[in-house]
Every structure is written in C-alpha cells, then in structure tokens.
C-alpha cells in the first residue's frame, strides 16, 4: 500500500497493477516491494492550477481487465480508489 500512496502523493494513479507488475526482491532488499511498468500512468491533480482532473465517461478500459477496477470496466475516469481496487483483486488472486 506504500508504493500506491507514494505514487499518489505526487499525483499519478498507475493504472495497471498486477502480479507481472510487483517485484519482490531477495537479499538485503527482501522486504521491499517494488511497481513496476508505469506506461498507461496518468496524472490525477492538475499541478498548474491545481485542480483534480474532471470526471468523464466514455474511456478506453486501461490495464488488464482480470484486474482491472470496475469504474475502469465502466469506462469512467480512474481515480487513486481504482488502484487500491485493483490491488484488491491482485491480493484476492494469490489466494
């Protein structure tokens, strides 16, 4: 949840969290968990006038559908919740 909230504290939603998207490393590392493939991430919070980025419907689904949010199923503008539903499903999935 702490690389989510970092990459949302600077105003980014990934938007394509998955397994072949987490790293775990080994070593002195082994603790620390890594995202990783940040092509579809997109600014949430306009920085120049500091606004959030309005809502819209009709987008393209982004990510991979298996674990992809409902909003995103939708085609509604993803939100920072969208990741953390996604990371859901991710955690759901290596049940």
Not at 9 to 36: A, C, E, M, W
Not at 73 to 91: F, I, Q
Request: charged fraction near 10%; charge should be negative; aromatic fraction near 12%.
């Amino acid at each position: 949840v702490k690389m989510i909230q970092y990459i949302h504290s600077h105003h980014y939603i990934h938007g394509n969290i998955k397994p072949q998207n987490v790293i775990v490393r080994l070593g002195d590392l082994s603790d620390t968990i890594f995202l990783i493939y940040f092509a579809i991430t997109k600014e949430f919070w306009n920085t120049s006038n500091n606004v959030h980025i309005p809502f819209c419907q009709g987008q393209c689904l982004a990510g991979t559908p298996a674990f992809a949010s409902v909003n995103n199923h939708l085609k509604v503008e993803l939100g920072c919740h969208d990741n953390l539903e996604s990371l859901t499903y991710m955690l759901i999935y290596f049940l």
